[in-house]
T-cell receptor, first 117, second 119 residues
């Protein structure tokens, strides 16, 4: 089974802190994604990566950056956390093209609930 | 741009009964996939069912089935014989055609429907 592991289930940080959210997948997937989940807004894509050191902005990248130094690990960075970044963060991964099958199903981690005070 | 709309923020169903969750989408693409994902409370999101746009036959997975109306751009999920374990947030999702420049797909999610199952 595909396993996507997010390092923390719950985090509490203070405004202005630098925050790292870590995600590791064990299926050699090329693609990794960071989403933000808020009530009434669904999942919104922050950033995704389609290869090591390659990244693309999603729909709401402002205030976030990412790092992918190794294929299995994709980090989301909040350079200076703000209260409006309090949310649930979901990591996902999949394989592109034929390697992932025609549907390219995404596999999700359990989520990190971040509170910024 | 593609959009996915789930107009029911919350639904309730009696145990053993049938419930239908609605999803509509908007796209100009002809090649795409549609998914329903389930997110149980405090647990990770998992795939329930998927549908290829070019297939007319509706997908089924045990008690879960879809009603895919391509012309109407509608993709509803039917859960038969509802069980307590079906209580969760359900997300409808759209996967776009391949972006040949980046070799990637775009995934768009609806706002979710919270399903409560009453004993």
């Amino acid at each position: 089974d595909v396993k996507v592991t997010q390092s923390s289930r719950y985090l509490v940080k203070r405004t202005g802190e630098k925050v790292f959210l870590e995600c590791v997948q064990d299926m050699d997937h090329e693609n990794m994604f960071w989403y933000r989940q808020d009530p009434g807004l669904g999942l919104r894509l922050i950033y995704f990566s389609y290869d090591v050191k390659m990244k693309e902005k999603g729909d709401i990248p402002e205030g976030y950056s990412v790092s992918r130094e190794k294929k299995e690990r994709f980090s989301l960075i909040l350079e200076s956390a703000s209260t409006n970044q309090t949310s649930m963060y979901l990591c996902a991964s999949n394989s592109p093209g034929l390697a992932g099958g025609p549907a390219n199903i995404q596999y999700f981690g359990a989520g990190t609930r971040l509170s910024v005070l | 741009a593609q959009t996915v709309t789930q107009s029911q923020p919350e639904m309730s169903v009696q145990e053993a009964e049938t419930v239908t969750l609605s999803c509509t989408y908007d796209t100009s693409e002809s090649d795409y996939y549609l998914f329903w994902y389930k997110q149980p409370p405090s647990r990770q999101m998992i795939l329930v069912i998927r549908q290829e746009a070019y297939k007319q036959q509706n997908a089924t997975e045990n008690r879960f089935s879809v009603n895919f109306q391509k012309a109407a751009k509608s993709f509803s999920l039917k859960i038969s014989d509802s069980q307590l374990g079906d209580a969760a947030m359900y997300f409808c999702a759209y996967r776009s055609a391949l972006n040949r420049f980046s070799g990637t797909y775009k995934y768009i999610f609806g706002t979710g429907t919270r399903l409560k199952v009453l004993a």
